[in-house]
């Protein structure tokens, strides 16, 4: 399949990410195949592209594949407790801002301290590889915290591989299962 041309995604070559599931992490490319049957336009709006994964990393990425650093999204888990219960959460911020942990995410998930999960852990529990870990796919019973900005036009994060990156509509984040769009999960 030829490459799709999408403004500012740089030099990858995007094709359609239901088309090439073979760079998706299972959990991502089941939850994209559940999704298409709820929201098939938006779904098929998903691109997928394979990447060098020693470029995985937000900066190296964008540097390397002259790519909109304002179209990257960071996905991060944190997690606290409350009444012995671990919450966790997996925040998707644009890359040009930072999760507010302290705050936003911590009130949200109403517990006292809020920090971020260990990396071998995180990639126990998503079944993704760490640096590509993603919003789509994660398991439900985490908090889903999409900042409104990420929630408006396209954004490029992880394929739950480091050896390829997901770009779709900021509406399609929003559209997960127990997604919540929340205004200042992020600060500049």
Not at 58 to 63: C, G, L
Request: one cysteine or more; charged letters at 20%; proline letters at 4%.
């Amino acid at each position: 399949m030829a490459g799709l041309t999408v403004v500012g995604m740089g030099t990858a070559e995007w094709v359609n990410a239901l088309d090439n599931t073979e760079l998706l992490a299972e959990p991502v490319a089941e939850q994209l195949r559940n999704l298409a049957t709820l929201e098939p336009t938006l779904v098929s709006q998903a691109l997928v592209s394979a990447i060098d994964p020693q470029f995985a990393d937000t900066e190296a990425m964008t540097e390397h594949y002259a790519m909109d650093l304002n179209l990257s999204c960071n996905c991060v888990l944190v997690a606290g407790k409350r009444e012995g219960e671990e919450r966790v959460a997996a925040a998707v911020v644009r890359a040009t801002t930072k999760a507010d942990v302290n705050h936003t995410i911590k009130k949200t998930l109403n517990v006292r301290k809020c920090s971020f999960w260990p990396q071998d852990k995180a990639v126990e529990a998503s079944g993704m590889e760490y640096g590509g870990i993603t919003p789509v796919g994660v398991p439900e019973a985490w908090n889903l915290l999409i900042d409104a900005r990420v929630a408006e036009g396209y954004c490029v994060v992880g394929s739950g591989l480091r050896r390829s990156k997901l770009a779709l509509p900021g509406a399609l984040l929003a559209a997960l299962p127990g997604a919540q769009v929340i205004e200042g999960l992020a600060t500049e």
